[in-house]
């Protein structure tokens, strides 16, 4: 693809995650945000603005922001907490071009416990030993310095639990990031209730390593997704203007 059809292949990958995010319940006030790397400018990300609901994103509702804070596309407001995380996550860690971090339910609940999600599912075991929790929560993330630091944690995971605040996934397609995020909101409800039934059997250590290699590919991420995208882009393609 040339890097015209490349740029609105992502934005459009991008504008679908947002609404299978408000379809799925992840949206909570105007918390919540999204961005992939612009496949030009390494330097440059694109992201929901702030105050529009993630049920009805469209393309054209896409900004583009620069590492140093500025809106070189579109015309919402950057979402501050967005920019301290994402500018970092996307500046630490170049061989990652999307991340995804939302207030979900489940995601919350979960991080409150400061634990890391077990290995009682194979679906879970896509994190196996691929996600950290990060337990320095001291309010909204406004500063870039504490962004920074979430970027660090996130090296060599695809995901974080953020204590006592939600899920943050990435991915080197913004499609592999949005499919680590549903499957975690999914594995963080799963093992909330079956603690609440009882005692989870564990999986074994080998066996956990070994599903994770087959379930917690970068190409199963994307071939995950793309169900999702097919059926969103169907029941509401609006979201492609």
Not at 21 to 43: I, L, M
Not at 46 to 58: A, E, H, R
Not at 97 to 119: C, N
Not at 122 to 150: K, L, M, N, W
Request: charged residues 20%.
């Amino acid at each position: 693809m040339t890097v015209q059809d490349e740029r609105l292949d992502r934005k459009r990958k991008l504008a679908a995650t947002l609404r299978l995010f408000g379809k799925f319940g992840f949206d909570e006030g105007v918390a919540g945000h999204v961005t992939v790397r612009d496949p030009e400018h390494q330097n440059r990300f694109w992201v929901n603005p702030l105050g529009t609901s993630f049920k009805l994103i469209c393309v054209s509702d896409l900004l583009l922001v620069s590492h140093d804070g500025d809106v070189i596309e579109g015309k919402g407001l950057l979402n501050t907490a967005a920019f301290a995380i994402h500018s970092q996550i996307h500046a630490c860690l170049p061989h990652i071009d999307a991340a995804a971090h939302s207030h979900s339910v489940y995601g919350k609940a979960w991080s409150s416990l400061g634990r890391p999600l077990d290995p009682i599912t194979q679906d879970s075991c896509a994190f196996y030993g691929d996600h950290t929790v990060f337990e320095e929560y001291s309010g909204v993330v406004f500063d870039t310095r504490e962004g920074r630091q979430i970027a660090e944690s996130l090296k060599g995971n695809k995901a974080a639990i953020l204590q006592n605040h939600g899920l943050i996934t990435i991915g080197h397609t913004v499609e592999e990031a949005a499919w680590w995020h549903i499957t975690m909101e999914r594995s963080c409800q799963t093992q909330l209730i079956a603690e609440a039934a009882g005692q989870p059997k564990l999986i074994a250590h080998d066996v956990a390593q070994k599903t994770r290699d087959q379930v917690g590919t970068p190409e199963v991420g994307r071939g995950s997704f793309k169900p999702l995208f097919d059926v969103i882009s169907a029941e509401q393609p609006d979201l492609l203007n």
